[in-house]
């Protein structure tokens, strides 16, 4: 089955850029999505289209794809954005596929 | 306001069957699909389905396949998640999700409900 591969943790220092990493065969063909749940919390959409923000997100959260990676860049982190971030997307079939979580650390 | 409110958490035994619901809200509900996705205890994020409540055209996860029972009520704005015979392993959060589909962007979720914990045990 199609997988996508994130790291199980990020950490970085408050005002840092962090990066969280997605990686999927289909992803050249298939737009990818990104979410952030923070315990206890349903998860929120961060990132759609691979780049593009909702309204509501603050402009530090930031995506971009090259190849088979998409990038969940979060610029000037604070510490309100320590939380579990997933990426999604789907395979050839169009079945949804959902990341493994990363679990970013601000230190 | 976009809501999608879940029914209350389940306390269950083995065997026995048991429904969540979903109640959306603020928008058009047949216009939207509904998909369902369960995270178990400390774990990561599964998508086991989702419906369009317009004409109940319903998609399965392969993983979840003839395990559960995705409906949906237009007349109430309601979609629904079902099992017959629920099993320990049942034992997740499960949280509903607004669908945004179409064949260039695939699947993704814009807005989710608060979730309903499912407990099975004897």
């Known amino acids: 089955s199609y997988e996508l591969t994130q790291p199980p943790s990020v950490s970085v220092s408050p005002g840092q850029t962090a990066r969280i990493t997605c990686s999927g065969d289909a992803l050249p063909k298939q737009y990818a999505y990104w979410y952030q749940q923070k315990p206890g919390q349903a998860p929120v959409l961060v990132i759609y289209k691979d780049s593009e923000r909702p309204s509501g997100i603050p402009e530090r959260f930031s995506g971009s794809s090259s190849g088979t990676t998409v990038t969940l860049t979060i610029s000037g982190v604070q510490a309100e954005d320590e939380a579990d971030y997933y990426c999604?997307?789907?395979?050839?079939?169009?079945?949804?596929?959902f990341g493994g979580g990363t679990k970013l650390t601000v230190l | 306001e976009v809501q999608l409110v879940q029914s209350g958490a389940e306390v269950k035994k083995p065997g026995e069957s048991l429904k969540i619901s979903c109640k959306g809200s603020g928008y058009s509900f047949t216009s939207y699909w509904i998909g369902w996705v369960r995270q178990m205890p400390g774990k990561g994020l599964e998508w086991m389905g989702i419906i369009y409540p317009g004409d109940s055209d319903t998609r399965y996860s392969p993983s979840f396949q003839g395990q559960v029972t995705i409906s949906a009520d237009k007349s109430i704005s309601t979609a629904y998640l079902q099992w017959s015979s629920l099993k320990a392993s049942d034992t997740a959060m499960y949280y509903c999700?607004?669908?945004?589909?179409?064949?260039?962007?695939?699947?993704?979720?814009?807005?989710w409900g608060q979730g309903t914990l499912v407990t099975v045990s004897s």
């Open positions: 999604q997307s789907a395979d050839s079939s169009g079945t949804v596929v």
């Open positions: 999700a607004r669908g945004f589909y179409s064949s260039s962007l695939g699947y993704y979720f814009d807005y």
